[in-house]
């Protein structure tokens, strides 16, 4: 791939963030190239080395030929002279590795399947980026973070709150001013048409290991906080019995999760994370944060930043423009897309071109991205909360409490049951 002026690049996942976020900053990086959104990641500085390079997006698998094709010809309304490639069923990556020349592969596939396609890829030869989490087994996590590693290749990882300038702004400049960090208390709550209706798969993951792994790699990237115990609860009431709430079906996963963890140094945090909000929340998500120290606090509403609107038949809303916004472009009927949603994506695509132009290794380029490394102690933590929080709901429902709980270790977990 040395030298390459325009990069190859392949889809896996037609859902809701593979079609939209995913999709539309490939769109934007093949219409304009990588350079024009170097700078709000403070990787400007190549912007000159990158300006002469671009992806082309050569195929889209998704489960469905329906899906694959509707994303492929909509793509090629928007880019002129794009003709990405649709493959359709239950390993389309296969095929298009047989068939196109592949240098960076997008993965934007269900929690629980998102394995098998970044081997392939990396097997390949080829550059990843995962959405998150990398993966929900340490095990597999730590194959590809090897084969990455052995084969020289980018493994990244969307982890995008990373880039929200209030997080930023909150860990690089208020964190160090409040002494030694004691707790945390970090909140995300997403609306219940996600677990019912928008994927199919909610019984094969659960709300924390969704979204809990933003607030996980918050702590672990801006602090280096180095997990070493778990204790997880969690609900099973309105998704276990959906069939009698007017649902299709009973979907076995958690309501919500509650999930403490301890960490080296002596600070805890306590993750509350569900995915039954009620669509008439007023926001797309509920989060909120807290962190304490011997010296001070912070406390940050995100989902609440200051926008909110009432409309008659809608009612009220609050918005959050920084994820992801349209920016009209003068003369065009396609928006660009901007937004700290998008950033990780640029940032884990510049690391994947400058390997490609053989100006940097990938791990020279470690700083620069969201690595699939990076991801390591998070993803051990989330593989023992949804072992501890199940154990726990066992003895719970038999009146014994909830005394399970796991110590992290270099190789994953151990747990602790003293009732075993």
């Known amino acids: 791939m040395e030298n390459k002026k325009i990069l190859n690049a392949a889809l896996i996942g037609g859902g809701m963030f593979g079609s939209d976020v995913v999709l539309r900053s490939i769109e934007d990086i093949e219409r304009c190239g990588i350079a024009p959104y170097l700078g709000r990641i403070g990787l400007d500085e190549r912007a000159r080395d990158l300006g002469a390079v671009s992806l082309k997006l050569v195929a889209i698998g998704t489960r469905t030929a329906e899906t694959a094709g509707t994303l492929c010809a909509s793509y090629s309304e928007k880019i002129p002279g794009a003709t990405p490639a649709p493959f359709h069923g239950e390993t389309p990556w296969v095929d298009i590795f047989e068939r196109h020349d592949v240098d960076i592969l997008y993965i934007a596939t269900p929690d629980h399947l998102h394995h098998a396609p970044a081997l392939h890829a990396l097997e ?189 038949g809608v009612g009220s809303r609050t918005y959050n423009p920084h994820f992801t916004t349209d920016i009209t472009r003068p003369g065009s009927e396609h928006p660009a897309y901007d937004g700290y949603g998008k950033d990780s994506i640029v940032a884990i695509t510049q690391a994947a071109i400058v390997v490609s132009l053989g100006i940097s290794t990938a791990s020279e380029l470690e700083n620069t991205y969201p690595t699939a490394s990076s991801s390591r102690s998070s993803i051990a933590v989330i593989e023992a909360a949804a072992d501890v929080a199940e154990r726990n709901h066992a003895y719970l429902e038999n009146g014994r409490g909830s005394p399970v709980t796991a110590r992290i270790t270099e190789t994953g977990y151990e747990i602790n049951d003293p009732l075993a």
């Open 124 to 312: 390949q030869g080829a550059h990843v980026m995962v959405e998150k989490p990398l993966t929900l087994q340490l095990e597999q996590a730590d194959e590809l973070i090897s084969l990455a590693r052995e084969k020289g290749l980018v493994a990244g990882v969307d982890m995008h709150k990373r880039y929200d300038p209030c997080h930023r702004f909150i860990f690089e400049e208020l964190a160090g001013q409040l002494g030694k960090l004691l707790y945390a208390r970090a909140v995300l709550e997403e609306p219940l048409e996600v677990a019912t209706e928008i994927f199919r798969w909610a019984e094969d993951s659960n709300p924390f290991s969704y979204v809990g792994i933003h607030w996980l790699d918050l702590f672990a990237h801006y602090l280096e906080a180095e997990p070493v115990s778990v204790h997880a609860v969690g609900q099973k009431s309105l998704l276990a019995n959906w069939d009698s709430e007017g649902g299709d079906r009973r979907i076995d996963t958690f309501d919500a999760m509650q999930v403490s963890v301890d960490y080296r140094d002596g600070l805890r945090v306590y993750y509350v994370n569900s995915w039954i909000n009620p669509k008439e929340f007023e926001g797309a998500v509920n989060q909120e944060m807290e962190l304490a120290g011997t010296r001070g606090k912070v406390e940050f509403d995100q989902q609440d930043r200051g926008l909110r609107a009432t409309i008659t």
